[in-house]
Structures are given as structure tokens and as C-alpha cells.
């Protein structure tokens, strides 16, 4: 399978093509010639796909992970190198059909929407480049690897959000989300640091493999009473939590909304969000040794689902809902992570259900991201105020969007239904309590996705008097219908055949107390949106006002960004920066000038003896020559 | 020859420092040079009287002494011309006020 | 020069008054064309040592080039440079002291060292006038105590000087 | 003759060569003729040196020769190379290559502006090419001097004061330098043996008494690390590096600050193994704080060569930092770091020079939206600083890596806990950076009158694509560098265990 190197080459070629010849290019030509690289790279993916899940399973039924392609890039000691390669196993094969769908859906779709946007060029070369990035991220042989991409990735992020670079909110929020990844990714490096100075390799297959080694390795080396290795292992979930916008770190994500719609479709939707839980997924077996971590991992997640879908009630801006619902969404599959375990099928159950998840949610939040894509266009805004009663003029987005509610909201038979109802049965399964809270949460979804559905396509008839909004072009609704039937049957798909905790085959099968539970629970939720979203009405303005601290808190997202700004400019900047500088400048440099000054102090003052007045010289010279004599007659006395 | 050398050599130390005394107090350059020549002018008789008290037979002291007045003589010319040179430029020869290439 | 002892002590004590009195005139007055005229004095006087002492070509040298040529380019300078009647301004009270200390100082030392030296009991030899045409030899020769070395040195320093006065005072 | 010695004399030819020319196209001719020559002699070099070592030569040092010069003292005129300087020399032919395409239009005074800016590079050469510690320093002197007129006559700013604060400086440094040279010369070879100034005689001779090397070490370091901007010693590094010309920031950051991280290796390390380890903490402590130290400083500057400045600081600081670590993989990530700070900050003081040249200003908060009216200025720009703050596939990635993990293998805990220290730099460095470039190159244009500037030229073009070119050859292809240069310190490292 070694053409499988070509799904990373083709999008890189691309982005070199687009990017070094930019305006030279037809903007129709780069983004043609950018869709159909994407196009031959999802097929090879698909192929890839058929090829590897149709592979002879082994003896314990495991379908072999393969590695078609590693290239030793830099080496750093006996054992450690980077490694670039190609490691296929169900989660990275998944990954790459998922990621190749979506940008492939978001390459097409942006040829509508960004039509006739100044830099169309540039934005397909970053689209590019981040396919790339993102590809290479999730077929990575090594952790470093995947260091590597995830850097990549990041950056592509940055360049797109802040494509509009002249709007100093998308500089902003690019610059945020950049350090705040940045940030994450530190702890990220630095648990690969410890990891890998225990366990001496960078390799997953081998870390996975043996993962008590770093248990036995790190034997007795505590840090602040927690093992080594949890240390290093709740370190690189540090940098998947960054990446995956979890609580608190998930500041970066509703800002990143200034990007493209397509690109936070693809990128703060579908595929570079999910980055932190392949990454826990893919380092898996070896957080199973340490169940702190996986207990932390719970916590984390549970706190950010139930946190963003609070905040994702009371956001006005369509965008910003839909990003709070996918923190939200991607803590869910966090925590269908944190409660699972390697021993077997059924308490691996989670594992499964997590990366199911991921692959639904990528298609449906896609989906809504597109369909939002459209809205904007129609609308020229992101706020609900604008909007309302465009089901008429926009049809086909009115239900494909309606489609991927119903799937987020876990209503059968669509996507969302099946891997979110996997979720809370593997939560369930752990604790009663954490299911309870999830179960909440998901009711919430529910509740804000059909608030924004509600808000968006009915509450009034609008008048548009002077602006119509009407249905997006071809290329824009083409995906979107795709991307909606993938939502309808994706359900189906024998997920658990195909990706599991140990590899083995798992039959899914529906816990009917937990589904039927959680579907009464969505459509509680729904109703009540719809109760008070449907016609327009004082309903919401009236328990705004009744839940005025608490609405006002959730709409300002609980202050996080307002301490992060606290503690960055106030902190950071003024607090440590400007004294270091002004230390540098007045202590350091000072004592540098104070040598230089002492000297030319002292220069200063014995330059009166070089007065250059002869007279003076001839006088000193004289005296001088007499004290001699007089000492010499002295002595010969 | 009833003059004792050492009443000489006391008459070429008066002039001498008086040549010294003018050399430090006057801030005049001509006055400077003059006062040059007095001590330049001590200095000879000394070479003249030594040879002639202490090595009557040889001429060393005077032939230096002719070399000496020749080397004052140039000194002099130089001097001179150096000293209306600056004149022209800044119409004052106090050497106090001499400082253009100070510092 | 052949005088009896009384009229040498005389001439001598003549000289000596004119040269003390008048070096100490030309160090002090304020008026700086009688300090050359002063100087002039001062260096006939020394001429006249030199006749004393039988260097009768010395001491026309002396007139010659120091007298008769040094002096007239310093009245000319100073009649360049000045003009007639200007007094030079008063020196400062602290020069003064400053070279009167440093004068008498060092007259105070040489004259400790002269006096207590010991001289060598000075024999004098009554020898004349020594012959030019030995010095003319002794200036051009090349044995011991001969100086041809000294004297192109000499030359060409002189030499060095005319073109170097020429350079420094023509006008550009 | 040896080969090496032609990177002095093509330099001296250079010389020549300008001496002769009589006006503005003359000069560039020369110039760039000569700057290429030496271009190729360094991409021969470096394929000679590989072709030498595939053949199994497995000296420490190839293509050694040397000439007595100076008998009392036995000095020779000493040259060789392994790895580090083969990568130094590169390094320096390609920057010095970019730089006088920088330099196209210097006014006033062209012609003397690139005779000194030869002269600097004759001493780098030769510094990189010695192994007589006498040479050395004869070449390291005559770095540093030209150093002084270029940014005097050239400068901008407070000329006077940088370029006197950064001679005397340096010079302070050289100071010490001479008298840890003459404590290792005096001690080279055991009791009655031949002294001798040539480095590896000395480190064969291994002779320095241990109380001896207490005392040079530090000296040396130091001496050195004055130069390599080790903190507290590094303030002369910003008012330098902000007065000086374009070609000489580049030169001076790119490469003059590398003599300061290879004398380290060269002089301090390689020679007194034992000390470096003994007293390592001291100044690990130092270079750590270098870094973040930096960094920090960096953050708040609004001046765009005080933020490059700093930035170096923090960038040269884990170069010595790497260095002090004393193992094979951080002391490649070093000599990496040197190489590619060395490279990528010259594309810094490269395009800032350009912007300069344009707007007149530093300042990044007059100006702004630079994107819009110079964009290939401003790609360049981002790039430098995406490969500042160390995105893979450009060289500051490859070589932070490098040092961090090579640094992390040590034993001591202490040494694991200052690396983690050092790597709280990376999320720094991408602060400023993005500031910056949020600040500069985004957002509206702040100025209208820069609406009416141009984007670059084609030397200008030229200068920028080369140096880019090359950082991202690093950064995709590291391996045959690293083990380029790795292999040449197995001799540095294994006279460490």
C-alpha cells in the first residue's frame, strides 16, 4: 500500500503549486486545480479504506496495523529518531476517510462561497497545506510524528483563521488560537520529553505494545506525589486538550469562528479539533496503565461538555453556538475515553463509542457549519437577530441543516443517535453519576441546537424588503446534501466491526434503557426550543431577564476570557515582560553604562594633567627632573 | 685666565633659569622662543668654558657649540614661520588660546 | 687675547652684569620688542665670553648667526605680529610664583651641585687661539674626534628647514 | 597550498578586486563574483568533506595543514576542518552571499562599506578554518574590528554609541579570551614537553592541570559567551544590532555571534573537558536564563531589531545552553541552532532592513498592514518568523528539537528540570513573533503614505529567496546535516566520559 504516501504528497504539491505561484494563477483554475488534488486524495483514501478493512484478520481477529512507509528523518540518539511514515490502523484509517470527505466537501463548497474573495488562491493553498498537515498528523508512526503535524496543523489553523488579515478581530483570534495551542503543545512536548527519556522510543506501535514499560521504567520517580508517568501522560493530554479545546484551555475555539465558514467547517468542526482525542486514542493502551489520568481525562471532559453547552444556549452569533456545541460534542467523546479501558470489549466499549463519535459528529457538524456557511451568505451576518423564517428561501439548507440537528440531537435514525447513545451507555457503565451529567448534557444540546435551528429558519416571517436571501449556489448545497445523506446512513455502518479497543470485532448493540432515556430526553429538549422559538415571541427575553446573572455570565462564557486576559496582559505583559525589559535596559544595561561612565568620569578628571599647555608641561617636566636630581644628591650625600 | 671656571658656569646658570622663568610665565610665542634662546645660549657657554677648563687641547665643546647655535638657528626659522603661520589664522600667538586640536 | 688679569676681572664682571641683568630684563619686561633688544644684548655679551675664552671664532659665529641673523627674524616677526607700544598682558600672580619656584629651585640644585662637586684641579694651559684650519679639518673629517657625520646632519637639517619654513609660511 | 586557506584569499582578492573598482556596478560585479566563488568553495568543501569521510578518513580534523609562523611561541598558521566548521563555512558563504545582495544600494561610501564587510568576513573564515588557538584569535580580532567602522560610518541611530558599547564589549570579552589562550598554552604539554598553541596537540596532550582548568575555563566560556550574547553580557547585542547596517546585522547575528557558540565548543569545552563538566551548572544556570530572559524582553520592544535582538538573545542562549549539556545529540542541536538561528535571523535583519529602507521606521506601531502594500516582503516575513517560533519543516523546529531532546537525555535531574525551563520558550517566542507580525504586517495600514511604497526588488528578492531556500532545507531534509555534524563530535564527546 505504499501509494498511500501519495494522500500526504498530493495536498503538499498542492500547496507549493497554489502558494509559490498564487496570483499567477485564474482563482477558478487554483481552486479547480486544488478541489481535484483533493478529490484523487479522498479516492486514494477510500481505496485505502476498502483495501485495509477488507485485509484477512489475524488469528485473534484483529485486522494487522500496516506500515507501508517509514523514513528515518532525523535521528537523534541510538534509539530515539524521528520517524516519517505511514502507520495504518482502523482509528487512522477512519481518520483519513473522515478527513479526506470533509475537505474534499469543504474544497467543492468553498469554490461558491469564497468566490470572488481577494486571495482565493492563498485560502486553497492553506486548505491544502492543512489537509496535509492534518493527514500526516493521523498516519503518524511515532509520537513525533504526529508533534510534527500537530504543529503543522496549528499553523495552518493560524494562516486560515486569520485569512481576512486586515479585520483585527480574525488577527486576534488567529493570534489566540496560536499561543493557546502553543501553549498546550508545550506541555505536549514536554510530555513526550519524559515519556520517551523512560521509555527510550518515540514509536507508537512499540509504546502501545509494551505500555506497562513506562510503569516499570519510571519505577519510583514521583513528582509532586503523582507517578512520572502519569506526569508525562497527563502532559501530552495537556497538548490533545489544547488541540481539542477542552475546559480551560478551549478559549481559542469560539474566537476561531473570525476564519472562513468552510474552514471552521473543516478545521474547528470535523477534523483538527479532534486532533486531542485521536491522540489519547492513539496512545490509548498505555494510558489504560494509568488510570488517574483516564480519570482526569473524564473529569476534564465532563466539566467542558456540560460548560460549553450552557454557554451554547445563550450565544447569539450562529457560529459561536456551533462552536461551543462542538467543544461540547468533542468533550463527550473525551469522556467516552476517560471511562473506557483495554481489558476488554465490553469496558473498552467507550473506546469504540469515542471514535464513532468523532466520525459522525465530523460529518453532521460539518454539515452544519456548511449549512451555516450558506445561511451567512444569504444573510451577510452571524447574528440570529438577523434572522428568521428562511426555511422558505433556502430549502435545501433548511433540511440538510434540519438533518444534522436532529443527528447531534441524538434523535434515531440518524448518525448522532447511535454513537452519542454508545457514549452514555459506556459512561453509564463506569459511573452512574458521570452518565447522569452526560445524559443532561446531551439534553442541552438538544435544546440549543433546535433553539438555533428554531431561531434561524422560523420565529418570524421575514419581510426582507431589501434584501432577499436566497438558496446558495450548486457547489455550496452539493456537499451540503452529501455530507446530509452520510448523517442519515452513517448510523448504520458496523462501526464496531471495524475499530475497537483491542481490535476484535464488536457488535454494537443498543442498551434500549440508556436510548430510550436519552430520547425522551431530546425530545423534552426540543420541544421546549420549540415551545419557545417556533413564533416570535417575549418568551426568551423574559427568562433572559429572569435568569439575568446567570444568563449574563454564560453569554460573557463565564468570564474565562476575561481572566486569560488577565493573566496575559496583566501578568504576563506588564507583570513579568515590561520588567524584565525595563530591568534589561536600566539594571543589566546600566551596569554596562557605568563602566563605561566611571571610566570616562575618572578620564575626565585626570585629563587635567594633559592640559596641553607647554608651560605647564616644562614646569612639571622640570620640577620633576629637579626631585630626581635633589633625590640623587640626597643619596650621594 | 684669572676668572675661576666656576664663575662661568654660575653665569651661564642665571641665564639659564631666567630662560626657564620666561618660558613658564610668558604666554607670548615669540616671548617662549626668546626665552629658548636664552637657555640654548647658556647651554653653549657651558660647552665653550668646559673645553676650555678641562680639555684645553681639544676642540669638541666648541664644535659643538657651533652645531648648536647652527640647530637654534633652524629651530628658529621654523619656529618662526610655524608662529606667523598661526597668526595668520587666528591674528593672536598666546599659546593659551592654541587649542583648536585639543582633545 | 692677551690682557692683563685686572682688565680680563673687569671685562668679565661687565659681561656678567649685562648678561644677568639683561636675561632677567628679557624674561620680565612686558614689552616684547626690548625683550629682543634685551636678548640681543644678552648675546653679544656671550660673544664677548667667548672672545675671552680665545674662541674668537666662536664668538663671531655667535654675532653672526645669532646676532646678525636669529635676532633680525625675530624683530621682524614680532613687528608682524604686534604692534609698536603693545604691552603684553600681565602675567598671573600663581605663574609667576610658578616659575620663580621653579627657576630658583632649580638654580638652588645646580648651583648644590656645582658647589659641591669636586672639580678637578683645572690646569690651565694657556694654548691661543685654535687654528681654523683645524677646526675646518675637524669638521669634515672622518677619523676620531672628527665630525663629518655631524655636520652634513647638520646641513641637511638646515637644508630640511629652509624648505620646511618656506612650505609653512608662504602663503596658499 | 591547501585548499582552506582559499576562503582567506578569495576574501583578500575580494578586496582587491573592489580596491579597483570604480563605481557602483564595478563594485557589485566584484561583489557578487566573489561572494559566489566563495559560495561554491563552501558547497565544495562540504562535498569534499563527506567524499573524505565516506572514504574512511577518520582523522578528527581533514585537510590539516600548517606553516610555522611565529617560532618563540610556536605558532603556526594552522588549518583543518570537521563537520562543524564545514557547516560554519556554509553557513558564512551563504550569508555573506545574501548579504551583498542586501547591501546593493549602501550609500554613502560603497565601496569602503564592502572592503570592511570582506574584512569581517576574512576574520570569520579564518576563525572557522583554524586550529592554532593563536590564529584563532588573530582571525576573531580581526571579526570584530571592521565591526566598529561599519556600524559608526553606516549605522543609523545612536551609531556612536552602539558601535563603541559593542566594540569595547566584545573587546572586554577578547580580553579574557587572551588570557585563558595563553593559561592553555602555557600548560599544553606536560613538564618539559613542546607547548604549543595547536588545539589538537593540546587536547592529545591533555595536560591542562585540573586546578588550571577551574581557572580557564571560565575565562574561556565567558570570553566566548560574550560574544555568543550569554546573559549578563549580552546588552550590547540590541543597541548593535539596531544601529548596524542590514549586511551587518545579518552578518554579525547570522554568523559573528556563531564564533561565540563554536569557540565554546572549540576552546572551552573540547580543551578542558574536565572543568566543563564541573563547572557546567554555573553557566547552564546562566544560558537558561538567557533564554527565557530573552524571550520575555522581547515581548514588550516596539522597536522591530530590538525584538530580533532579544530574540536572539533567547535563540543564542539555548545554542550554549545545548552546548553545556555535554552530549552527542544536544551539542548537534547546538551546532543546528547555530546554523539555523544563524540563517533565519539573517532573513530577519534582511527584510526588517528592507522595510526599513522603505517606511523609515522601526517602530511597529507606525506601521501596519504591511501585507497589503509589500506582500512578498511581508510571506518572507511570516515565514522567518514561523520558522523563529519553530514550525516543522523550517530549520528552528529541527534543531530546538534537537536540543530539547538531546538536552533531556541528560542523567541529572538538574539538567531535565532547566530543560523543561527552556522549553517554556517556544510558547514566548511565538508571542512576539505573532505580535509582530499581528502588529506589522496584518490589520489596516497605519501610515497612508506607506500606500505608495513598493514591494521588493529583484536583488532584494534574491537575497530573501536564498536564505529561505536554505531554512527550509534544513527544516525538511535535517538528517544528512545532523549527521554531518554529529559524527564529528564523537571526539569532542567522548573526551567528556
Not at chain 3, 634685551?38 to 659665529?61: N, P, W
Not at chain 4, 576573531?140 to 565591526?147: F, N
Not at chain 4, 556563531?258 to 551548572?281: D, H, N, T
Not at chain 4, 532584494?460 to 531556500?469: D, F, G
Amino acid at each position: 500500500m505504499e501509494y498511500t504516501v501519495f494522500i500526504l504528497l498530493l495536498p503538499l504539491a498542492m500547496f507549493l503549486l497554489l502558494g509559490l505561484l498564487d496570483s499567477k494563477l485564474k482563482p477558478r483554475v487554483a481552486g479547480i486545480l486544488g478541489t481535484l488534488g483533493m478529490t484523487v486524495c479522498a479516492a486514494l483514501a477510500y481505496f485505502t479504506a476498502y483495501q485495509f478493512f477488507t485485509q484477512p484478520r489475524n488469528a485473534e481477529g484483529v485486522i494487522p496495523s500496516v506500515t507501508p512507509y517509514n523514513y528515518e528523518w532525523l535521528r537523534f540518539t541510538e534509539n530515539l529518531h524521528i520517524d516519517l511514515g505511514i502507520y495504518l490502523d482502523p482509528i487512522s484509517v477512519m481518520m483519513l476517510v473522515v478527513i479526506t470527505t470533509v475537505s474534499l466537501m469543504v474544497h467543492i463548497y468553498s469554490l461558491g462561497y469564497m468566490h470572488g474573495e481577494k486571495g482565493f488562491q492563498r485560502y486553497y493553498a492553506f486548505l491544502s497545506l492543512f489537509s496535509m498537515s492534518m493527514l500526516g498528523l493521523v498516519v503518524a508512526t511515532n509520537i513525533f510524528q504526529m508533534y510534527i503535524f500537530w504543529e503543522l496543523v496549528g499553523v495552518s489553523s493560524y494562516l486560515l483563521i486569520g485569512f481576512y488579515y486586515t479585520k483585527p478581530a480574525a488577527i486576534a483570534a488567529s493570534k489566540k488560537a496560536f499561543i493557546v495551542t502553543r501553549f498546550a503543545d508545550l506541555g505536549f512536548l514536554i510530555g513526550i520529553l519524559i515519556l520517551s527519556f523512560f521509555t527510550k522510543t518515540f514509536d507508537f506501535a512499540t509504546l502501545t505494545a509494551t505500555p506497562t514499560a513506562i510503569i516499570t521504567e519510571t519505577a519510583g520517580a514521583t513528582f509532586l506525589g503523582c507517578s512520572v508517568a502519569s506526569w508525562a501522560l497527563a502532559l501530552i493530554f495537556m497538548g490533545g486538550a489544547g488541540k481539542s479545546a477542552m475546559f480551560p484551555l478551549h478559549i481559542w475555539l469560539p474566537d476561531a469562528m473570525e476564519g472562513p465558514t468552510p474552514v471552521s467547517a473543516l478545521i474547528h468542526a470535523a477534523t483538527m479539533v479532534v486532533a486531542g482525542v485521536y491522540l489519547v486514542a492513539r496512545l490509548f493502551p498505555v494510558y489504560c496503565v494509568t488510570p488517574e489520568v483516564l480519570e482526569l481525562i473524564t473529569t476534564v471532559g465532563a466539566i467542558t461538555a456540560l460548560y460549553a453547552a450552557i454557554v451554547a444556549c445563550v450565544q447569539t452569533d450562529i457560529k459561536r453556538v456551533l462552536a461551543f456545541s462542538t467543544i461540547s460534542q468533542i468533550a463527550f467523546m473525551i469522556v467516552a475515553l476517560g471511562v473506557a479501558n483495554d481489558t476488554d470489549l465490553h469496558e473498552g466499549l467507550g473506546y469504540m463509542a469515542s471514535m464513532f463519535h468523532l466520525f459522525t459528529h465530523a460529518m453532521f457538524k460539518a454539515l452544519l457549519f456548511l449549512g451555516a456557511g450558506a445561511i451567512i451568505h444569504a444573510v451577510h451576518s452571524n447574528e440570529m437577530s438577523e434572522m428568521g423564517g428562511l426555511r422558505k428561501y433556502m430549502p435545501i439548507t433548511h433540511i440538510t441543516f434540519l438533518i444534522a440537528c436532529l443527528a447531534i440531537a441524538g434523535i434515531p435514525p440518524f448518525s448522532g443517535f447511535f454513537s452519542k447513545d454508545e457514549i452514555l451507555t459506556a459512561v453509564m457503565n463506569k459511573s452512574t453519576f458521570w452518565g447522569i451529567w452526560m445524559t443532561v448534557v446531551a439534553g442541552l444540546t438538544a435544546f440549543y441546537m433546535f433553539r438555533l435551528y428554531f431561531r434561524i429558519f422560523w420565529w418570524k416571517n421575514t419581510d426582507c424588503s431589501h434584501h432577499t436571501p436566497h438558496e446558495a449556489p450548486l457547489t455550496m448545497t452539493l456537499p451540503l446534501i452529501f455530507l446530509a445523506l452520510v448523517t442519515c446512513v452513517a448510523g448504520f455502518i458496523p462501526f464496531g466491526e471495524l475499530v475497537s479497543v483491542n481490535g476484535q470485532p464488536y457488535h454494537i448493540h443498543l442498551d434500549w434503557s440508556v436510548a430510550t432515556t436519552s430520547i425522551i430526553v431530546a425530545v423534552c429538549a426540543i420541544s421546549l426550543a420549540a415551545w419557545l422559538y417556533l413564533k416570535e415571541n417575549k418568551k426568551p427575553t423574559a427568562m433572559a431577564d429572569a435568569t439575568r446573572t446567570l444568563h449574563t455570565a454564560a453569554y460573557r462564557r463565564f468570564y474565562i476570557d476575561e481572566i486569560y486576559l488577565f493573566i496575559t496582559h496583566k501578568i504576563i505583559f506588564k507583570g513579568i515582560c515590561a520588567p524584565i525589559a525595563w530591568f534589561d535596559r536600566h539594571i543589566i544595561d546600566g551596569t554596562m553604562d557605568m563602566f563605561a561612565n566611571v571610566t570616562q568620569w575618572v578620564s575626565a578628571r585626570i585629563k587635567g594633567l594633559q592640559s596641553g599647555y607647554i608651560q605647564s608641561y616644562v614646569w612639571i617636566l622640570l620640577m620633576g627632573t629637579l626631585l630626581i636630581a635633589a633625590i640623587t644628591i640626597i643619596c650621594l650625600l | 685666565m684669572e676668572i675661576p671656571m666656576i664663575y662661568y658656569i654660575v653665569l651661564s646658570l642665571v641665564m639659564f633659569f631666567a630662560g626657564v622663568y620666561g618660558f613658564i610665565t610668558r604666554k607670548n610665542m615669540l616671548m617662549m622662543l626668546i626665552s629658548l634662546e636664552l637657555m640654548l645660549n647658556a647651554v653653549d657657554i657651558n660647552f665653550a668654558v668646559f673645553n676650555r677648563f678641562l680639555f684645553p687641547g681639544q676642540m669638541e665643546g666648541m664644535v659643538f657649540a657651533i652645531f648648536a647655535i647652527a640647530i637654534a638657528a633652524a629651530e628658529t626659522a621654523i619656529a618662526i614661520a610655524i608662529i606667523i603661520n598661526i597668526f595668520r589664522h587666528i591674528r593672536d600667538i598666546e599659546v593659551d588660546k592654541l587649542d583648536d586640536m585639543k582633545y | 687675547m692677551e690682557l692683563l688679569p685686572l682688565a680680563q676681572q673687569v671685562i668679565f664682571y661687565l659681561l656678567a652684569i649685562v648678561i644677568v641683568v639683561c636675561s632677567i630684563l628679557a624674561v620680565t619686561t612686558r614689552r616684547i620688542l626690548r625683550a629682543a633688544t634685551y636678548l640681543l644684548f644678552v648675546l653679544l655679551s656671550t660673544a664677548g665670553i667667548y672672545f675671552m675664552l680665545d674662541y674668537t671664532f666662536l664668538g663671531s659665529v655667535q654675532i653672526a648667526v645669532y646676532a646678525g641673523g636669529i635676532l633680525v627674524l625675530f624683530v621682524f616677526s614680532i613687528l608682524l605680529t604686534s604692534h609698536p607700544g603693545e604691552r603684553c598682558e600681565k602675567t598671573s600672580l600663581t605663574k609667576q610664583i610658578l616659575g620663580i619656584v621653579a627657576a630658583v629651585t632649580g638654580a638652588a640644585v645646580c648651583a648644590f651641585a656645582l658647589f659641591t662637586y669636586s672639580w678637578p684641579a683645572v690646569n690651565l694651559v694657556e694654548t691661543g687661539e685654535h687654528p681654523i684650519k683645524a677646526l675646518g679639518h675637524a669638521l669634515i673629517g672622518m677619523e676620531k674626534f672628527q665630525y663629518l657625520l655631524p655636520f652634513e646632519a647638520v646641513s641637511v637639517l638646515l637644508l630640511a628647514c629652509i624648505i620646511g619654513a618656506i612650505m609653512i609660511a608662504r602663503k596658499r | 597550498m591547501n585548499f582552506l586557506s582559499f576562503f582567506v584569499l578569495i576574501p583578500i582578492l575580494m578586496m582587491a578586486g573592489l580596491a579597483i573598482a570604480r563605481d557602483m556596478k564595478q563594485i557589485r560585479t566584484v561583489a557578487v563574483t566573489f561572494s559566489t566563488l566563495q559560495l561554491g568553495l563552501a558547497i565544495y568543501t562540504v562535498f569534499k568533506y563527506l567524499a573524505e569521510r565516506a572514504a574512511g578518513n577518520a582523522q578528527d580534523m581533514l585537510f590539516q595543514a600548517s606553516t610555522m609562523w611565529y617560532e618563540p611561541l610556536n605558532i603556526h598558521y594552522a588549518v583543518g576542518v570537521d563537520g562543524i566548521s564545514v557547516t560554519m563555512l556554509l553557513l558564512t558563504a551563504i550569508i555573506v552571499f545574501a548579504g551583498v545582495f542586501a547591501s546593493w544600494k549602501i550609500e554613502p561610501l560603497s565601496k569602503e562599506f564592502f572592503l570592511w564587510l570582506t574584512l569581517l568576513s576574512i576574520g570569520v573564515y579564518g576563525f572557522f578554518i583554524s586550529i592554532d588557538l593563536f590564529t584563532m584569535f588573530m582571525f576573531y580580532e580581526v571579526a570584530l574590528i571592521p565591526m566598529y567602522l561599519l556600524i559608526g560610518v553606516w549605522g543609523s541611530g545612536k551609531k556612536n554609541y552602539s558601535a563603541m558599547k559593542l566594540t569595547l564589549m566584545l573587546m572586554g570579552g577578547s580580553a579574557l579570551l587572551m588570557l585563558g589562550i595563553l593559561g592553555i598554552y602555557y600548560h599544553s604539554a606536560p613538564e618539559g614537553g613542546q607547548l604549543t598553541m595547536n588545539i589538537l596537540e593540546i587536547a592529545q596532550n591533555n595536560a591542562i592541570p585540573h586546578d588550571w582548568q577551574y581557572f580557564l575555563f571560565p575565562l574561556t566560556f565567558v570570553g566566548f559567551g560574550i560574544l555568543g550574547a550569554m546573559f549578563p553580557f549580552h546588552t550590547w547585542s540590541p543597541d548593535g544590532h539596531a544601529s548596524a547596517p542590514t549586511a551587518v546585522s545579518m552578518l554579525h547575528a547570522g554568523v559573528l555571534m556563531k564564533l561565540g557558540g563554536y569557540g565554546c565548543f572549540r576552546v572551552a569545552i573540547y580543551l578542558m573537558p574536565f572543568a566543563a563538566q564541573e563547572l557546567s551548572w554555573i553557566f547552564l544556570i546562566l544560558t537558561g536564563i538567557s533564554v527565557v530572559y530573552g524571550a520575555f524582553s522581547a515581548c514588550v520592544q516596539t522597536d522591530l531589531k530590538y525584538i530580533n535582538a532579544y530574540s536572539s538573545v533567547s535563540h543564542c542562549g539555548l545554542v550554549l545552553f545545548a552546548i553545556l549539556m555535554l552530549n552527542n545529540t544536544a551539542m548537534t542541536g547546538a551546532v543546528m541552532q547555530m546554523l539555523s538561528h544563524g540563517l533565519m535571523t539573517a532573513l530577519f535583519f534582511a527584510l526588517i532592513g528592507m522595510i526599513y529602507g522603505r517606511t523609515h521606521t522601526r517602530d511597529i506601531r507606525e506601521m501596519g498592514g504591511l501585507m497589503q502594500i509589500m506582500p512578498f516582503l511581508s510571506v518572507c516575513y511570516v515565514i522567518a518568523g514561523l520558522a523563529s517560533l519553530g514550525l516543522p519543516g523550517l530549520s528552528g523546529f529541527v534543531a530546538e528539537m534537537t536540543i530539547f531532546v538531546g538536552s533531556f537525555q541528560h542523567t541529572d535531574m538538574f539538567h531535565r528540570v532547566f530543560t523543561i525551563v527552556a522549553c517554556c520558550s517556544i510558547v514566548i517566542t511565538a508571542v512576539y513573533i505573532l505580535r509582530v507580525v499581528g502588529k506589522l504586517l496584518y490589520g489596516a495600514v497605519q501610515n497612508e503614505h506607506h500606500r505608495e511604497l513598493t514591494d521588493a526588488t529583484w536583488w532584494e528578492r534574491l537575497s530573501a529567496v536564498t536564505l529561505i531556500i536554505c531554512v527550509a532545507a534544513i527544516g525538511c531534509f535535517p538528517g544528512w546535516i545532523s549527521n554531518l555534524i554529529s559524527n564529528s563530535l564523537n571526539a569532542i564527546v567522548e573526551r567528556l566520559s
